[in-house]
């Protein structure tokens, strides 16, 4: 990998440090959390709250579900070319017990991941740009 720095794909929606952790909310009144954050109302159907408190959420979970992309997204997402097909996973995180969906890390497909497989937060090279090296979260599976 160059030398250029490194920075998210999309700022503020994860910690950019060895452990990364997604950023979301939690509702100061009924302690739902959401991710992406939210900051204009609670979703919680029971709850009429609009203060929240900035978290970060478990950087650990178990695979809900999953499936393959075997197209190209469109933009704004840079795939790289030629397009190669990834893994996508719903993991339900271990201390927030919300379903969160993301990529898998590069070379992990449908075959070598199953429901229930515990997987951790990773950071991974999305593309690269003339001054820099935009990041992104993935799931990366983890023994056991």
Known sequence: ???KPQNPAIEGWYTMD???????TRCTDCGTYFFPRQTHYCRNPQ???????????????RIWSYTNACYKPPEPFIA???????????????????????????????????????VELVLEPLHETDEDIKMTWKWQPLAG
Request: hydrophobic share 40%.
């Open 1 to 3: 990998m160059s030398g």
């Open 18 to 24: 060895a452990s990364p952790h997604l950023i979301g």
């Open 47 to 61: 709850c009429s709250s609009t203060e929240f408190e900035d978290v970060q959420l478990s950087r650990t979970g």
């Open 80 to 118: 790289p070319e030629p397009f190669e097909p990834f893994t996508i996973a719903a993991v339900e995180l271990e201390k927030e017990q919300m379903v969160v969906l993301g990529q898998v890390v590069t070379g992990v497909s449908v075959d070598d991941i199953k429901v229930g497989m515990p």
